[in-house]
């Protein structure tokens, strides 16, 4: 086990059990009864004229009491600074249940968020949580070596499991963590916030529906510049790999996740800055290119050791389009050029912007409700897992790497995400 977890509590402990909110075949009923497509939303006379923007319609949230319960493990910077924040804008999530190493910081964080001191776990009583009946779903948001035992260990105690992504740090733990849900009869969802943001789904849609005809070339960046060389994300035994998993990842999911496609070859290229105290165990820089089944080229670059930058364009046969910022928390600007005549276009879209951790854990719990597929699982992770080991085996080897070769679309997704 890594030192940061070897003295006193092991993280992975506090996830050994936790139990089902909605155990009974009566409550699920109930609850799905509840759920948003069986409300009605208020009716509001329009503000602006017919030539104005649609605000659409006001949200439509769940009553509290009718909201499934999420236990956050793990008070990192991502949970306090985004996650916790964002049940403020959830319609089917409530913060129920906190874990922390450190009690006096969770009891804090509960009394600001109406967190019950009785929901309040330290890493050697959380197996108390079995016996919370506020509690349907972790969210695991620990480092990625503890993703695999801990979303085991949640599974065999009854509870449905959300997982910050990179899902684990190897083929072999994915796919355990996918048969521990199965086994279990829980749902085990990634947390791949840019699948469920507006911005990038209308991206989406011009690639698959061919707006500006055939995609050709897909480009993608997503860097930053890594600061306190101790940090876990530099540590091999903790975060598995350096940029790739952490941010590459970014780039490596949503061009799959945009064409609806699986490479079938990989060349990859790695490289660290000798001596800089920060890539001593993992890389600084990779770039690698993926090849599809429709002739798709992606060329794809990440590191911990640039400014920071978040874009993706894609290139078509009429026109291009993307994403700059893309996969920032907020902020995010689609993008697109195409030609009329002698007039070429440049625009800037405005879709507005939504809250892409409230997006994420109110589809996982509608999953849970209603008894659907996330539309990220286990198998989406499982895939990006198989991808980066291909893309670390070329830039070792100076080689392409094939991987299977599949031509269904969205082979590893399951039900879309409802709309607004």
């Not at 490596?252 to 070859?265: A, K």
């Not at 009429?318 to 689609?334: E, V």
Request: charged share 20%.
């Amino acid at each position: 086990m890594p030192e940061l977890f070897s003295a006193g509590l092991s993280r992975r402990a506090f996830i050994q059990n936790a139990g089902l909110g909605l155990a009974s075949a009566g409550l699920l009923t109930s609850a799905a009864s509840a759920a948003p497509a069986a409300e009605k939303p208020i009716s509001l006379p329009p503000l602006g004229a017919s030539t104005e923007l649609d605000p659409g319609e006001p949200p439509l949230p769940l009553p509290p009491g009718k909201r499934l319960g999420v236990a956050v493990v793990g008070l990192g910077n991502l949970s306090v600074a985004q996650i916790i924040p964002a049940f403020g804008e959830s319609k089917l999530c409530k913060l129920t249940a906190l874990v922390s190493g450190d009690q006096n910081k969770a009891r804090e964080i509960a009394a600001q968020h109406g967190v019950p001191e009785r929901s309040v776990y330290s890493y050697s009583n959380y197996d108390s949580i079995r016996d919370n009946p506020d509690v349907d779903i972790i969210y695991i948001v620990l480092p990625n070596s503890q993703h695999a035992e801990f979303t085991v260990r949640g599974a065999q105690a009854g509870k449905h499991i959300l997982c910050e992504k990179p899902m684990a740090t190897s083929v072999k733990e994915c796919r355990q963590m996918i048969d521990a849900c199965k086994t279990a009869g829980k749902k085990l969802m990634i947390a791949y916030r840019i699948q469920y943001e507006p911005n990038n789904r209308f991206m989406r849609s011009l690639v698959q529906s061919q707006k500006y005809g055939p995609v050709k070339v897909i480009e993608a960046v997503n860097g930053q510049n890594q600061g306190d060389p101790s940090q876990w994300r530099l540590k091999k035994a903790l975060a598995g790999g350096g940029s790739l998993p952490d941010v590459g990842l970014y780039c490596l999911n949503t061009t799959r996740f945009l064409t609806g496609e699986e490479p079938l070859e990989v060349m990859g290229s790695l490289y660290s800055t000798p001596g800089d105290p920060r890539f001593k165990e993992v890389e600084e820089s990779v770039t690698w290119q993926m090849r599809f089944p429709s002739g798709i080229l992606s060329n794809n670059a990440t590191s911990y050791g640039f400014h920071e930058v978040r874009r993706y364009r894609v290139n078509a046969a009429t026109g291009w389009f993307g994403m700059d910022p893309a996969f920032a928390y907020s902020g995010l600007q689609p993008m697109l050029s195409y030609a009329e005549g002698k007039i070429e276009h440049r625009e800037t879209p405005i879709l507005g912007q939504k809250n892409q951790f409230a997006l994420e854990m109110d589809h996982m719990a509608e999953c849970v409700i209603l008894n659907k597929m996330p539309y990220t699982p286990g198998e989406e992770g499982l895939q990006d897992q198989v991808i980066m080991e291909a893309i670390y085996k070329s830039a070792h080897s100076g080689k392409p790497v094939s991987l299977p070769h599949i031509t269904t679309r969205d082979t590893f997704r399951g039900t879309e995400p409802t709309e607004g």
